[in-house]
């Protein structure tokens, strides 16, 4: 069961909702209006495995150009297979260094059990 949904969690999480801030909206367009270096973790789900090349190529230069460097990014995919290799130019697929064995790893620890893949990358910005 996730920790936030623990009885005894529930005062703490009672008492920082109030932090809670909701946004509906892209993803990619939350990512590219912020201020650089706003974020340093990304949380992707599945999403990718629905996205065109273009949208992906636009998401992930979001990344490079507004997220800290040493961002973590995760997401799932239906298959085993990232689809970033597939997706990116050379030159953006560049900064970004892919955790292959981390990755493996985790995926082995997911409970959604209905996932091909779970990927993890780090932005070197190189």
């Given at each position: 069961?996730?920790?936030?949904?623990?009885?005894?969690?529930?005062?703490?999480?009672?008492?920082?909702?109030?932090?809670?801030?909701?946004?509906?909206?892209?993803?990619?367009?939350?990512?590219?209006?912020?201020?650089?270096?706003?974020?340093?973790?990304?949380?992707?789900?599945?999403?990718?495995?629905?996205?065109?090349?273009?949208?992906?190529?636009?998401?992930?230069?979001?990344?490079?150009?507004?997220?800290?460097?040493?961002?973590?990014?995760?997401?799932?995919?239906?298959?085993?297979?990232?689809?970033?290799?597939?997706?990116?130019?050379?030159?953006?697929?560049a900064e970004f260094n892919y955790e292959k064995e981390l990755s493996?790893?985790?995926?082995?620890?997911?409970?959604?059990?209905?996932?091909?893949?779970?990927?993890?990358?780090?932005?070197?910005?190189?």
């Open positions: 069961m996730p920790e936030y949904l623990k009885e005894e969690n529930f005062e703490t999480l009672r008492a920082n909702a109030d932090r809670l801030n909701t946004k509906i909206g892209s993803a990619t367009d939350e990512i590219k209006n912020s201020p650089q270096g706003s974020f340093n973790r990304f949380v992707f789900l599945d999403a990718q495995d629905w996205m065109s090349s273009e949208q992906i190529t636009e998401l992930w230069s979001a990344i490079a150009e507004n997220g800290q460097l040493g961002s973590r990014i995760i997401f799932r995919t239906a298959g085993a297979s990232s689809p970033l290799e597939a997706n990116l130019p050379p030159e953006l697929i493996a790893e985790l995926f082995k620890q997911d409970r959604a059990s209905i996932y091909g893949g779970f990927h993890l990358y780090t932005f070197s910005g190189n």
